[in-house]
């Protein structure tokens, strides 16, 4: 009976396989398992800037968000030049393009951010903003990993996630014009049922392990 329930509660957590991962913000990708990434962004094969985006990614648990941005060419804080690289995304978590922070990576694209996560290396941490007034006000200090990938993170406290958010990423190769950014993508939340099942599931499987 307790491997049959065993099963029960691995099927609940592989039905949900991209959700209820606990990421350790590291740069390292192993933890993300089979998560799809949300857009493929092509490569544009930059003369001065080291590298650019490639694949983005986005999960959460049950307290934090999680973002993962994977390059064309080896994540490095620094450009070929010396120059500081930075990394962002920014959520607009109303999905109304009309309503928030513009941040203008995209000339092509208008966008309305209600939250900003960025990594700058001068500042040395990860600055989470409320931009839902259309400025930037900072809340806090997020997570930030850098070696194969890039990963940035942010407690669900700040970012007031009511449903699914479309959002963009960018970065900065302090060589303009070959800065780069991402098409606008949707990062779809699940249902708060889905969000508890996937718990129970969690929580049954790590208990009935313990007793088999």
């Not at 060589?175 to 969690?202: K, Q, R, Y």
């Given at each position: 009976m307790t491997g049959k329930l065993l099963i029960l509660a691995t099927g609940l957590l592989a039905a949900t396989a991209s959700w209820g991962l606990t990421i350790t913000v590291d740069g390292l990708a192993g933890d993300w398992g089979a998560t799809a990434p949300l857009t493929t962004d092509p490569d544009e094969a930059f003369q001065l800037a080291p590298y650019d985006i490639s694949d983005i990614f986005a999960t959460m648990d049950a307290t934090d968000f999680f973002f993962r941005m994977d390059t064309y060419g080896t994540p490095t804080l620094e450009g070929e030049q010396g120059q500081m690289v930075f990394f962002a995304v920014c959520l607009d978590t109303d999905q109304n393009s009309a309503t928030g922070y513009n941040p203008g990576w995209d000339p092509g694209t208008t966008f309305g951010g209600e939250v900003l996560i960025t990594y700058m290396p001068s500042h040395g941490m990860t600055g989470v903003y409320d931009c839902s007034s259309g400025s930037l006000v900072p809340v806090g200090i997020g997570g930030?990993?850098?070696?194969?990938?890039?990963?940035?993170?942010?407690?669900?406290?700040?970012?007031?996630?009511?449903?699914?958010?479309?959002?963009?990423?960018?970065?900065?190769?302090?060589?303009?014009?070959?800065?780069?950014?991402?098409?606008?993508?949707?990062?779809?939340?699940?249902?708060?049922?889905?969000?508890?099942?996937?718990?129970?599931?969690?929580?049954?499987?790590?208990?009935l392990r313990r007793k088999s």
């Open positions: 930030f990993g850098i070696g194969e990938t890039v990963e940035l993170s942010a407690p669900l406290a700040w970012l007031n996630l009511t449903g699914n958010v479309d959002l963009m990423a960018f970065l900065d190769n302090a060589s303009t014009p070959e800065d780069d950014f991402t098409s606008v993508v949707t990062f779809e939340i699940p249902e708060p049922t889905t969000m508890l099942l996937l718990g129970v599931g969690a929580v049954f499987a790590s208990v």
